[in-house]
Every structure is written in structure tokens, then in C-alpha cells.
């Protein structure tokens, strides 16, 4: 079973700044891998899929790299409505579905 | 518009049983593979349970297997979680998302209904 960590756990920063946010899978899990935004009573959007795609209507402020075990969505310029809570998540055969356990992104 | 609609939450006391329903438009519901995802209060996303578009595949989180039952009926565009046995710890805002795995690229959890909440407690 594939676990996923992320890190840091919360990021504080400005307005403008980027943000780097990390994932990190136990074992590789290819370009499997996509990343969700989620707004305090929202369900979770979806960000960036196979890894580096941006789903739809996703500006190109956010941007996923990283293949194999490495994975990072960085966030450009930041916004005050970016303020959220970043998960990653892998699909596999089992456990069909995996999230990581979130970093909370603060913009002040 | 693509939607997904969930009810059927509520208050239940342990031991008791709850059915939820996801009632899915503006795509073609059969081909997608469907899940159940949870967020306890405070908490991160812990995923439930699978069913592929024709229900020849079903799985589950150890925390709900033997518990939780999750079926769609394709004609009806809807997807539901029966509920058994809930204990506290099944509290939390229950969301359906559709799912899609292609050949070579993993295409995300693209839509979300807004979810429903379940509260366990006597």
C-alpha cells in the first residue's frame, strides 16, 4: 500500500510569493499522482492531474512536477483566495485511492 | 452542467444504519467509476469505497469493510452507500466523486457533489 506524505503540514506567505508544496510517495507510483485544492466547507477541486496536467479551467499559476516517488505543486504569485488546504492523491489497483494528509496553505 | 448530488445524511445513533445516495447529470454516468470519500470533522479526506461503471468491481476501506455496501443503478444515473453498523467514528461529511483511470494517464477525481453529513452519536 502506498503511502503518501506531504509536507510542510501548514505555509504561511504574501500575497505574490510562490508556494512549494511537497508529496512524497513510499514506493513509485509513476506520474499516477493528482492534487486538489479545498476551501473551508467546499469539497475538494481538483487542481492537476497525471501528475503535471492542469484539469480544466486551472490557471497556469499552478503547476505539478515530479514523477516516481517526487512530486511538488507550486503555486506562483500567490492569491488571498489560495488560502486552502492542498492534498495529493494516488490512484492504484489497491487501495483504489490514496490521499496524503493535506498542507494547509495560509496567505497573509 | 456535470453535477453530482449527494443525500441521505443525518443524525443516526450507534449501531444504527443510513443510506446515501449520489444522484449524477450531465454525463454519461456508466462509463465513469464512482467513489465515496469521508472528512471527519477537522480531518483530512480518507477515501471509502469503489464501484467500476458496471459494477463488476467493487472495493473497500478496511475501516468500513463488512459494514458498507456501495451499489449504483445506471438507469437511474445514482449512487449509493448503504450504511450498516455505524459507530461513532463514521462521523463525517460524505462526498461521491467520479472517477476515471485511462489506459496510461490517471485522469483524477474531476467531480465532486457537495456532500452530506452523517453524524453518529446517541
Known amino acids: 500500500e502506498v503511502v503518501l506524505t506531504q509536507s510542510p503540514a501548514t505555509l504561511s506567505l504574501s500575497p505574490g510569493q510562490r508556494a512549494t508544496l511537497a508529496c512524497r510517495a513510499s514506493?513509485?507510483?509513476?506520474?499516477?499522482l493528482a492534487w486538489y485544492q479545498q476551501k473551508p466547507g467546499q469539497a475538494p477541486r481538483l487542481l492537476i492531474y497525471?501528475?503535471?496536467a492542469r484539469a480544466t479551467g486551472i490557471p497556469p499559476r499552478f503547476t505539478g512536477r515530479g514523477s516516481g516517488t517526487d512530486f511538488t505543486l507550486t503555486i506562483n504569485s500567490l492569491e488571498p483566495e489560495d488560502s486552502a488546504v492542498y492534498y495529493c492523491?494516488?490512484?492504484?489497483?489497491?487501495?483504489?485511492?490514496?490521499f496524503g494528509q493535506g498542507t494547509r496553505l495560509q496567505i497573509k | 452542467e456535470v453535477q453530482l448530488v449527494e443525500s441521505g445524511g443525518g443524525l443516526v445513533q450507534p449501531g444504527g444504519s443510513l443510506r446515501l445516495s449520489c444522484a449524477a447529470s450531465?454525463?454519461?454516468?456508466?462509463?465513469?467509476?464512482m467513489n465515496w470519500v469521508r472528512q471527519a470533522p477537522g480531518k483530512g479526506l480518507e477515501w471509502v469505497s469503489y464501484?467500476?461503471?458496471?459494477?463488476?468491481?467493487?472495493h473497500y476501506a478496511d475501516s468500513v469493510k463488512g459494514r458498507f455496501t456501495i451499489s449504483r443503478d445506471n438507469a437511474k444515473n445514482s449512487l449509493y452507500l448503504q450504511m450498516n453498523s455505524l459507530r461513532d467514528d463514521d462521523t463525517a461529511v460524505y462526498f461521491c466523486?467520479?472517477?476515471?483511470?485511462?489506459?496510461?494517464?490517471?485522469?483524477?477525481?474531476?467531480?465532486w457533489g457537495q456532500g452530506t453529513t452523517v453524524t453518529v452519536s446517541s
Open positions: 466523486a467520479r472517477d476515471l483511470m485511462g489506459p496510461t494517464i490517471y485522469y483524477g477525481l474531476d467531480v
Open positions: 450531465g454525463f454519461t454516468f456508466r462509463t465513469y467509476g
Open positions: 464501484i467500476s461503471g458496471s459494477s463488476n468491481n467493487m
Open positions: 514506493q513509485s507510483v509513476s506520474t499516477s
Open positions: 497525471d501528475a503535471s
Open positions: 492523491q494516488h490512484r492504484s489497483s489497491w487501495p483504489p485511492i490514496t
